[in-house]
Nanobody, 124 residues
């Protein structure tokens, strides 16, 4: 059984940083694409970043240069380092695994597994 458990969310002031973690069980990060999504209040869910099994990375344009996705295969853990946070980054952040179509990583319905989410609140 696959489980994805996120942690590291919380409250931070504008300009601050947070690192989110996602511990996976039931699958090996070395063989699966892994991603991060977010959903802000009143908005649609959006893809933030993806790291493929071959370590190729893609980001949403809105986070390029400020967010960094990485993984530790030995710990089976996915990370999202988020710097220069803004109030509009307030959202629930979700970890995802098992991408069906490599070119469609930003589509939520292309992913097979989701974590329960971790809330990030950025205050001005």
């Amino acid at each position: 059984q696959v489980q994805l458990v996120e942690s590291g969310g919380g409250s931070v002031q504008s300009g601050g940083s947070l690192r989110l973690s996602c511990v996976a069980s039931g699958l090996a990060l070395s063989t699966y694409a892994m991603g991060w999504f977010r959903q802000a209040p009143g908005k649609e869910r959006e893809g933030v970043a993806v790291i493929y099994s071959d370590d190729i990375i893609n980001y949403a344009d809105s986070v390029k240069g400020r967010f960094t996705i990485s993984k530790d295969n030995a710990k089976n853990t996915l990370y999202l380092q988020r710097n220069s946070l803004k109030p509009e980054n307030t959202a629930m952040y979700y970890c995802t695994a098992d991408l069906a179509e490599r070119g469609s990583w930003y589509e939520g319905n292309e992913w097979g597994y989701w974590g329960q989410g971790t809330q990030v609140t950025v205050s001005s």
